[in-house]
């Protein structure tokens, strides 16, 4: 059997009334179930392994903390000519 | 605000001061410095791959990460499709138009910021194509 504990938090309560209702639709056996359902997406969410998954994720739930600005990073092509796109010239 | 398209981003990170465009590239970079700018979720990972490819995987990485952490930029995801067989649907009439795939995209990312006003770019083949209006760094610092 699986390892269970006890946990209290408190929750927004128009959040839970919608919850209860995919628990009476027959979604979730109950409110455990579907928090424990919550919680593994929210886990696999910000487990990904790689920083850019991670902070991808961190950025669409507007919890990325923001620094500085990339224009300062320039960097010095070193394999020969590089070309971008299209010439347009003015 | 403006969006700032891959090309006009890739030719300032990577210093391509060979190509004629440049010195206009960076007059605009400069005259938007510490305003806020968007960039599509397209245009930044086309940016990883040109930088990657010219400079190496580490840069590429660096600048994705920067780009989600800027003040002064915000990146624009569009909504996931939630299946192929809407997303085609979605598509469908903006590639009959002949806006290309990476342009619908980009579209639909631009869409996400009512704020979006202007889609700078050396790319000629958006002019018309988006919404949005499409000007070149030259038009977006008054020299055409």
Redesign the interface.
Known sequence: MTDTVLLQVRVNATLLRKVDELCAEGLFKNRSDAVNDALRYLVMRYSRTS??GR??AL??GGR????????E???????G?????????? | MDAI???VL???????E????YP?NEEY?SMT??LPKAVTVFDLLNLVA??S????ER?G?????????????V?L?PPPPSSWEEHIEDVFPDLLRGLDYVGVLIERSLETNHEVTRYV?????YRGKLRTKVV?P??AIG??
Request: charged share 30%; hydrophobic share 35%.
């Open positions: 920083p850019e902070a991808t950025y669409l990325l903390q923001k620094s500085g600005s990339p224009v990073l320039v960097f010095r092509a070193a394999k000519r590089t070309e971008v796109g299209e010439r347009w010239t003015r | 398209g891959y090309d890739a030719i300032h990170h990577l210093a391509l060979d190509d004629p465009r206009d970079i410095r510490g040109a930088v490819e010219a400079v190496g840069a990485r660096e600048l994705y990460l920067a780009y989600l952490r800027s003040e002064e930029h990146v995801f770019t050396w790319n000629r083949e070149s030259s038009e020299k055409t």
